[in-house]
């Protein structure tokens, strides 16, 4: 089985010979050991760049592979990596807000603040994880939650502080390239660490795959072996993040290759994983050198890594067969259930209406608060109807989608940006960016709105597969929205003005929304709405699972492919609005649902008013809370939504 | 005209064979039970008759009609299946369950009338749930439960009834009270049932007719009487085993 991976070590090794040796020919490399003061520029550039580059290729691979190991062991799951549980988006936060609010902590070196953020948001996800028996969509979900919450808020800090950009966005892009050998040195030894764990962990984790319960059985202490088993991988990780920035998919791609040439045992598997995966990221460095050698270093290593670990994951899912154990998802208690919802439904919806029309009313002035005088009224509606109409219709229709795909899938954290819409839109809304020279509004809908659609293709493509579970569906949406961030860290490396005008758009905002594009939206909503109502018998039946759907002879696959439709183009028109991140269509059906709105019709129905209301008082709030400047809309929700969705998962279950 | 024609059926996974050329006649207006040792193959037939799965090869007719021949809710209208582990319906109560089974009827945009209305009533009175039909389906135990599930079955008018171990969850009052409905809705409204079953001794005791199947192929078939034979039973489980007599001459099968 290592004779499969000579070739990959010879490309590897080919990839950074022909970079160095375009840089020096052989005989002018210098003597070891390395003296600067006899060394000229290029022999310097080789022996304290290039040289460490491609030792700390190596390194950070092999942590990575390892990280990516111990976690898939430790939680039986076979999609579980640093990135996928929010672990290195965490570390990455942790040094935002360093860089930005107390770069004095970062003196000490970047390791300890990334440490800190990788453990909180592992601790985080495995607080979730735990609740709920480490089911493992469960954890890739709630991982990606945390991680799609801390880069929000450490979009929202690059995007107050504007001249830091460009340096923070190649770090988050992970670039390999090195000054010195000072990163070689620490990642040797971080690495020589978690080998020496993983070697003395090999055994009680062999013992764990048998199960908790098994596992407890043979006098195994779980929880410890557990902790000590993911502190080690969270310490890797953080240590390559310190280090290199956010390396996407390392950690998933390295096991899953050590699995496929036969290491099937788990002391294999944690021995042959960094072997791996230190090649893979050589090869990757290696063709980022080969394209930087031809016209210059556009893009950073880790945005390369995430563009081939997106399709891999697509790859690998179907393969999962049998290795995630279905049913494990649980709704969280009895909710409630009423009645008569037509009461409540009035009442939601008149609500609204209040809501809106105070909304347009008050204001915020200079040195206080304001009720518009009818004069100041007709002079202020234009500008703030279209908004208000585009926030509650893009609420709306995100709730919507959401109630529609929790249903469809029977996974109470099923939601728009789980399905990797909102991902796809955000690459076409980039691609419009970069492409076109000076886009027009029109353009970048449609680029947003294509994007969109192409995710939408590619799910689709999963559903149409008979044996597909719906829960295998949102991993595919996982694996579609981490492409998308890949690319656009890719994009965004570049750091010019375009970067700052998605960075602006990835965190929404409806300040420039005009009134036919508020109407549209709204209209999107409505068609929505009845949609849904008109398949509100496929709903009904969907939950109860493929094989009382099919005995009641519902057509499953046009069915499922019906309803993704129908959510994805919902979601793709609200993400023009209001950015890809929100978590209303997340939150809004669960609210209905816990209002004791059961039946498809009312829950759809409630679920599409608290949108709209969520998405008003989101607008309002962001207006209101930085006056006069205003916060970007889809950030502020995804401020409300984030620990309120956390709190959730983190309930205990009846 | 038999229930089901099976000609030469096979049905394959990954790496495995699950049925070896079936060929097998099921008689309408029965009670027929599906046996065999864990692996047999029996959950498979019963998926695959149910058009849950799809057969590798050989031909499968009910009613006289190839299994592709039937459309979605044609099929539904003629035949009910009830997968081994029902879901929860959460948040459902039993009436709106019930009415589910109506779907082949109405489709998805069409008027839940009168007739379906009634259908729903008749299916809850038959199956005895009428006194919790407003209640969660999630707060009933599990026998409640399971003739929840039936109703709707029942509700589907279907001439034809497919269960996948209906009783393997349930207590012994429960197996039988469970059974004891199933075998009333088959010979009192002249239906036919399917069922995968476990245990021998409910097989011999409700059903008329006994399919039993060994590693894919099938082993035997004839009443329940062709069945309690000891030479049988062993060649069946590979097990040597001993069949007893009850005071009222209905056999019981142990092992020996």
């Not at chain 1, 890949?486 to 970067?499: E, T």
Request: hydrophobic share 55%; with cysteine; charged share 10%.
């Amino acid at each position: 089985m290592t004779a499969r991976l000579l070739p990959l070590a010879l490309l590897a090794s080919a990839l950074w010979l022909w970079a160095a040796l375009h840089l020096l020919p052989l005989a002018q490399w210098p003597a070891w050991p390395l003296d600067p003061a006899r060394m000229d520029i290029p022999q310097i550039l080789l022996g304290f760049g290039l040289m460490p580059r491609g030792i700390v290729a190596l390194l950070a691979g092999a942590a990575l592979g390892l990280s990516g190991a111990m976690l898939q062991v430790v939680l039986r799951n076979p999609v579980a990596d640093p990135t996928t549980l929010g672990i290195s988006a965490g570390a990455q936060l942790a040094l935002v807000t360093a860089t930005i609010m107390a770069s004095g902590l970062l003196q000490e070196g970047r390791w300890p603040v990334a440490l800190a953020g990788a453990g909180l948001a592992a601790g985080l996800v495995l607080l979730i994880g735990a609740r709920r028996a480490f089911a493992p969509v469960t954890m890739v979900i709630a991982g990606m939650l945390v991680g799609m919450t801390a880069s929000a808020v450490a979009t929202a800090m690059t995007l107050a502080q504007g001249e830091y950009l460009l340096s923070l966005v190649i770090w988050n892009g992970g670039s390999l390239v090195q000054q010195d050998w000072s990163g070689v040195r620490a990642l040797a030894a971080v690495l020589a660490f978690g080998a020496a764990a993983a070697a003395l962990l090999a055994r009680p984790l062999r013992v764990l795959s048998l199960g908790t319960e098994g596992a407890q059985g043979l006098g195994l202490n779980v929880a410890a072996v557990r902790l000590l088993a993911v502190g080690v991988a969270v310490i890797l990780a953080a240590a390559v993040s310190a280090e290199l920035g956010l390396v996407a998919f390392v950690g998933l791609a390295a096991p899953a290759l050590a699995r496929s040439m036969g290491a099937v045992s788990i002391p294999r598997l944690l021995a042959l994983s960094p072997l791996v995966g230190a090649l893979i990221l050589s090869v990757c460095d290696g063709l980022v050198l080969l394209v930087a050698g031809q016209v210059g270093e556009m893009f950073p290593t880790g945005a390369l890594t995430g563009l081939i670990g997106g399709p891999l994951l697509i790859w690998l899912l179907p393969r999962l067969r049998g290795s995630t154990p279905p049913g494990t998802e649980r709704a969280e208690g009895p909710a409630p259930r009423r009645e008569r919802p037509a009461p409540l439904l009035i009442g939601l919806a008149v609500s609204l209406v209040v809501a809106a029309l105070v909304l347009v009313w008050i204001g915020r002035v200079p040195g206080g608060w304001a009720v518009l005088d009818a004069q100041s009224f007709a002079a202020f509606l234009p500008m703030r109807l279209p908004r208000l109409i585009a926030a509650a219709s893009a609420g709306a229709a995100l709730a919507i989608a959401g109630a529609i795909l929790q249903r469809l899938t029977a996974n109470p954290l099923a939601s728009p940006e789980v399905l990797g819409v909102s991902g796809g839109a955000a690459m076409g809304y980039a691609g419009v960016v970069y492409l076109v020279a000076a886009p027009t509004a029109a353009a970048l809908t449609a680029g947003t709105m294509a994007g969109g659609a192409l995710a939408l293709i590619l799910i689709a493509a999963f559903v149409s597969r008979r044996d597909m579970p719906a829960e295998r569906v949102l991993l595919a949406g996982i694996a579609v929205s981490a492409l998308a961030s890949a690319l656009l860290s890719a994009a965004m490396a570049v750091g010019d003005a375009r970067s700052f005008q998605i960075l602006a758009w990835l965190s929404g905002s409806s300040s420039a929304v005009t009134m036919p594009g508020a109407l549209a939206l709204a209209a999107v909503a409505a068609v929505l709405w009845t949609g849904a109502l008109a398949a509100r018998r496929w709903l009904a039946v969907l939950p109860l699972g493929a094989g009382v759907a099919g005995g009641l002879g519902l057509p499953l696959r046009p069915a499922r492919m019906v309803l993704i439709a129908l959510a994805g183009m919902a979601t793709g028109a609200a993400t023009v609005l209001v950015g890809p991140l929100s978590f209303v269509g997340l939150m809004a059906p669960h609210m209905a649902r816990r209002l004791g709105l059961a039946r498809p019709g009312d829950h759809v129905t409630g679920a599409a008013l608290i949108g709209a209301g969520l998405m008003l008082a989101a607008d309002f709030g962001a207006r209101m809370a930085g006056f006069p400047y205003e916060l970007p809309l889809g950030l502020f929700a995804s401020l409300i939504g984030a620990p309120w969705l956390i709190w959730l998962m983190m309930r205990p279950q009846r | 005209m038999s229930l089901f024609s099976i000609t030469d059926l096979s049905v394959d996974v990954p790496d495995r064979r699950l049925l070896h050329g079936l060929t097998l006649d099921l008689p309408p207006g029965r009670m027929i039970a599906l046996i065999g040792h864990n692996g047999s193959g029996k959950s498979t037939l019963l998926k695959v008759l149910a058009r849950q799965m799809t057969a590798s090869g050989g031909r499968v007719a009910f009613e006289g009609r190839a299994l592709a021949d039937w459309r979605a809710r044609d099929y539904a209208r003629r035949l009910a299946f009830l997968p081994q582990h029902p879901p929860a319906a959460e948040g459902m109560t039993v009436r709106e369950l019930v009415a589910l089974g109506r779907y082949p009827w109405h489709g998805a945009l069409g008027r839940f009338g009168p007739d379906d209305h009634a259908a729903v009533a008749r299916a809850m009175a038959e199956c005895g749930v009428t006194p919790f039909a407003d209640r969660l389906v999630d707060t009933l135990s599990g026998g409640e439960r399971q003739r929840a599930w039936l109703a709707m079955m029942v509700a589907q008018e279907a001439g034809t009834l497919l269960l996948d171990e209906p009783i393997s969850a349930l207590d012994i009052a429960h197996q039988v009270e469970v059974l004891a409905l199933v075998r009333r809705m088959c010979h009192e409204a002249n239906r036919s049932a399917v069922i995968v079953l476990h245990e021998v001794n409910m097989a011999a005791r409700f059903c008329d007719h006994v399919v039993a199947l060994k590693a894919g192929c099938l082993a035997l078939q004839g009443g329940p009487a062709d069945l309690m034979r000891p030479d049988a039973l062993q060649d069946i489980y590979g097990l040597p085993m001993q069949v007893l007599t009850r005071p009222d001459g209905s056999p019981v099968a142990i092992p020996a």
